[in-house]
T-cell receptor, first 117, second 115 residues
Framework: GAGVSQSPRYKVTKRGQDVALRCDPI?????LYWYRQALGQGPEFLTY????????KSGLPNDRFSAERPEGSISTLTIQRTEQRDSAMYRC???????????????FGPGTRLTVL | AQKVTQAQTEISVVEKEDVTLDCVYE???????LFWYKQPPSGELVFLIR????DEQNEISGRYSWNFQKSTSSFNFTITASQVVDSAVYFC????????????WGAGTKLIIKP
């Protein structure tokens, strides 16, 4: 079946512009996660959804970052007033379930490479 | 502290050699999960294995094998008869049971397989 998809794959924007990154999880997956990955490092957790509810947004760096998943499927990560330090690979992952006491496998999308000029 | 250490930043071997990637973790939990992911040059993150802390059996999948040793808090990954296509960055990750969705990642080991 289809894996996690993300769009766009590459995004170049000018400092100060808003960007919206999209994630389409594996069909039937309840949980969705956003990560940011700098070059040469492991992914850094940003936020997590169970169905449409945002369960944890503690990893979002500041209030310029927001995410939503209004119908419990596709999710959008929005970065307002982008800055050069926002340049990174943004990854989305999904898992079948995500409940306390049980860790399911997270399957990752190809990522969106964001470059802020 | 919850932490994953992949001490090998980069390993380079010649094709057909065996290679072991080390992963050492720290956690206060008695129940946890460990993962390995592969990031090839194309950039995607590919899931390889998930292991529950109660299951200390070693696992083999083709040329890949994993050695989980709770006594030394290690979850090492061995590739037998390496191939050029194995060239990638490999990440080890830990998921504590009380934070099932928060993966704690190692810094990754870049594996280079030379033809």
């Amino acid at each position: 079946g289809a894996g996690v998809s993300q769009s766009p794959r590459y995004k170049v924007t000018k400092r100060g512009q808003d960007v919206a990154l999209r994630c389409d999880p594996i069909s039937g997956h309840v949980s969705l996660y956003w990560y940011r990955q700098a070059l040469g490092q492991g992914p850094e957790f940003l936020t997590y959804f169970n169905y449409e509810a945002q369960q944890d947004k503690s990893g979002l760096p500041n209030d310029r970052f927001s995410a939503e998943r209004p119908e419990g499927s596709i999710s959008t990560l929005t970065i307002q007033r982008t800055e050069q330090r926002d340049s990174a690979m943004y990854r989305c992952a999904s898992s079948l379930v995500g409940m306390r006491g049980f860790t399911d496998t997270q399957y990752f999308g190809p990522g969106t490479r964001l470059t802020v000029l | 502290a919850q932490k994953v250490t992949q001490a090998q930043t980069e390993i380079s071997v010649v094709e057909k050699e065996d290679v072991t990637l080390d992963c050492v973790y720290e956690t206060r939990d008695t129940t946890y999960y460990l993962f390995w992911y592969k990031q090839p040059p194309s950039g995607e993150l590919v899931f390889l294995i998930r292991r529950n802390s109660f299951d200390e059996q070693n696992e083999i999948s083709g040329r890949y094998s994993w050695n989980f040793q709770k006594s030394t808090s290690s979850f090492n990954f061995t590739i037998t008869a390496s191939q050029v296509v194995d060239s990638a960055v490999y990440f080890c990750a830990l998921s504590p049971i009380d934070s099932n969705y928060q993966l704690i990642w190692g810094a990754g080991t870049k594996l280079i397989i030379k033809p």
